[in-house]
C-alpha cells in the first residue's frame, strides 16, 4: 500500500486552468501505475487520465483528453493532472490513486490505494 495526499483544487473560471499534485509515501513508487478519479455530485466516480510506473504511457477519458495531461516525477514520488481550458462540467473532487501493476488501467477496482480528495470548482 502507498499513502497518497492530493493538492491543487479551487475555485477557477472556465477557460482557466489549474494543476492537482499528488504526494506519495513509500519507497516504491516507481512500480505503481498511477491515475486520476473524480467523482461530480450526485454521480458515480470516474476515471480521468492514468500513466504507467516510468511515465512512458499514459490513456485519458474522451471528455478530458487534449485539455488534461498527466505525468509524474518518480524521485519526488509524486503525479500531476495538469488541467486546462476547463469547463463548468470538470467540477468534481478529484482522486489520486495507485495500482500495483505497470499494467495501465480505467478500472476503479483495479487501483488499490486512494487519497482523499480534492475539490474542484469551475465557475461559468
Known amino acids: 500500500q502507498v499513502q497518497l495526499v492530493e493538492s491543487g483544487g479551487g475555485l477557477v473560471q472556465a477557460g482557466g486552468s489549474l494543476r492537482l499534485s499528488c504526494a506519495a509515501s513509500?519507497?516504491?513508487?516507481?512500480?505503481?501505475?498511477m491515475g486520476w478519479f473524480r467523482q461530480a455530485p450526485g454521480k458515480e466516480r470516474e476515471f480521468v487520465a492514468a500513466?504507467?510506473?516510468?511515465?512512458?504511457?499514459?490513456v485519458y477519458a474522451d471528455a478530458v483528453r487534449g485539455r488534461f495531461t498527466i505525468s509524474r516525477a518518480n524521485p519526488k514520488n509524486a503525479v500531476y493532472l495538469q488541467m486546462n481550458s476547463l469547463k463548468p462540467e470538470d467540477t468534481a473532487v478529484y482522486y489520486c490513486?495507485?495500482?500495483?501493476?505497470?499494467?495501465?488501467?480505467?478500472?476503479?477496482?483495479?487501483?488499490?490505494?486512494w487519497g482523499q480528495g480534492t475539490q474542484v470548482t469551475v465557475s461559468s
Open positions: 500513466i504507467t510506473s516510468m511515465g512512458a504511457n499514459a
Open positions: 490513486a495507485a495500482r500495483d501493476s505497470n499494467r495501465l488501467s480505467r478500472e476503479i477496482a483495479d487501483f488499490g490505494s
Open positions: 513509500g519507497r516504491t513508487f516507481s512500480r505503481y501505475v
